[in-house]
């Protein structure tokens, strides 16, 4: 009997990656994060973004349409 495994689904994303779901650039993604309109942790050197806070943010900028 063959096993198969399934992807797993991320538990947290790169800003790069960020910039590639919302349509972005990653220069914007970048400026979005340090101003904290994208909630992110520090890991080292890098920013990662739970999908989540990219949830909140959609929530955020669409609340008043």
Same mark, same amino acid.
């Not at 972005?24 to 890991?43: D, P, Q, W």
């Given at each position: 009997?063959t096993q198969t495994?399934l992807p797993l689904?991320?538990? =947290?994303?790169?800003v790069k990656q960020?910039?590639?779901?919302?349509?972005?650039?990653?220069?914007?993604?970048?400026?979005?994060?340090?101003?904290? *309109?994208?909630?992110?942790?520090?890991?080292?050197?890098?920013?990662?973004?739970?999908? *989540? =806070?990219?949830?909140?943010?959609?929530?955020?900028?669409? *609340?008043?349409?």
């Amino acid at each position: 009997m063959t096993q198969t495994t399934l992807p797993l689904a991320p538990r =947290w994303y790169t800003v790069k990656q960020v910039a590639e779901l919302l349509g972005f650039g990653e220069t914007k993604t970048k400026f979005l994060v340090l101003e904290g *309109e994208i909630k992110s942790v520090k890991v080292g050197r890098n920013r990662r973004v739970l999908p *989540e =806070w990219v949830d909140e943010y959609i929530r955020n900028v669409t *609340e008043g349409l």
